[in-house]
């Protein structure tokens, strides 16, 4: 009765006559059906599978050596269907007084269930949920192995590909998570027809992928694997009925002697990929030991300016802005600069970025706007005001809500009307269409303060996409009038863009002139406003306060004279 109520199968193995009693439950485990009740152990061994048959044995044989208490062993049995399930095998050995086993009993589990269960937890844990690719853990994993084998072989070369889609937020936050979804799908699919069977694709997190390539034929190998990857996703991905186009930033590391830790080549990667976006996206970047000292740098850089603003080491700069035709001060942009203790003078370019991906911009940013609308009343106090002062915002600052009652709080301390403040964004802000930002920056436009867009044509957005942005000023790049005298296709640039911009309302500003070549050119071609060296550079605010009185002192007397 025990013998037909038990869950398990049970199982008397006499080795003195090499006999073997199954249970009823024995033979329903192992999915047999007319086994008997005494068969010869090969009846059971003959089951197993063959990759588990050797573990079994060595299982049984260290327990009745006496090596082990007792046996304990999962293998595979197949049944008489000729699939295979799961069972646990336990046993104790019966002994004599020399210690000699002469009996062999125990029970058998059905583990299938289970097996099925760890093997799905196991591939959930191991593999992204979303695409089905190997997980940062999966990779990890590999790119050890692989690096393992690489030190027992001279020849093994490896190589970590490491890229995420350019622009990717801009899917998102326009068309919405899902559908940024179904793209992150059908871009891993994409990658996974670039690459051999025995490479790994993984996704590491939101936009990020990597390739794991082994054995290369040479180092050129991976650099031909992310240009395949770029030209495969230049073809559109149809998603939801939409056709997108994406390029991807892509980051290369091979193995070298100096890599120990699977980390490491990943960090190597990731270097190599934001140079990669630094030097304008859509490309692919190989890590050198120059990259990751140039990392090194900015890293401390980006420490330092935690504090810069807590130490006075930052400044704001400003340059003016005149009339095209009589040259008279309408404006100034504030530019902010940092004197680095140990740097000297950082320059914006050197850690906008940084700051900008951090959230230091936003302190940043907030302190600039709110030291400018105070130099305003200043210059206005002693009557040498321009009629506006300009000040950057990025697009991290134009995505709190509460930007324009901030902006009305500190127009409203300084005394200050609205329309004596100009907000410049940049073309990439234009470019991303964010219903989010537009909100703001209407109500910006509503409290009566002006907006422009700056280093216009360098970007992706056109004066069409203006039209849903309350802008009043385009800021034409001085790239477009560096050479412009000898350049006539950037003189048609710059007359059309001007003109267009007449039509819908909008002021134009020439970016950079520098001679009085540039200036006839950006005046007979219709530029409303010059900045540039020609007329001065970014000066402290003290040599600013001098220079506005110059020019002011300068047109009272001339009107004076007039009269």
Known sequence: MATRDANDGLWDWDLTTDTLYCSPRWHAVAGTRDGGDVVSPSFWFDRVHPDDLPELRAAIDAHLRGHVDHLACETRLRDDDGT???????????????????????????????RVIDERRLHESLHDSLTGLANRTFYLDRLGAAIR???????????VVLMDVDRFKVVNDSLGHALGDDLLVAVSRRLEGCVRDVD??????????AILIEDLANDDEASRVAERVRQSLRQPLLVRGHSLFV???TGIALLTDLIQAPEDLLRDAETAMYRAKELGRDRHVVFDPSLHGRAVALLELESDLRFALERGELMVYYQPIVTADGLEVHGVEALVRWRHPERGLVLPADFIGFAEESGLILPLGDWVLRRAIEQMREWQAAGVAPRRISVNLSARQLRQENLPERVALLLDGAGLEPGCLELELTEGVVAEQDDSIIDVLRRLRGLGIRLAVDDFGTGYSSLAYLTRFPVSTVKIDRAFLVDIQHDPVNQAIVQAVTTLAHSIGMRVVAEGIETTEQLDLARSLGCDEVQGYLFSKPISTDEATVWLDEQYGRE???RVSAI
């Not at 646990?88 to 059905?110: H, I, M, V």
């Not at 084998?149 to 093994?156: A, G, I, M």
């Not at 790994?200 to 992928?209: I, K, P, S, Y």
């Open 84 to 114: 295979y399930r799961w069972a646990l095998c336990r046993g104790l050995a019966l002994r004599r007084e020399d210690g000699a086993p002469y009996r062999l009993a125990g029970s058998l589990t059905d583990t299938s269930d289970r």
């Open 149 to 159: 084998r690489s030190e027992r072989l001279d020849v093994h070369r490896v190589a």
């Open 200 to 209: 790994t694709v993984a996704r590491l997190g939101g936009d990020e992928w």
């Open 247 to 249: 390029t991807v930033s």
């Open 556 to 558: 009272l007397r001339r």
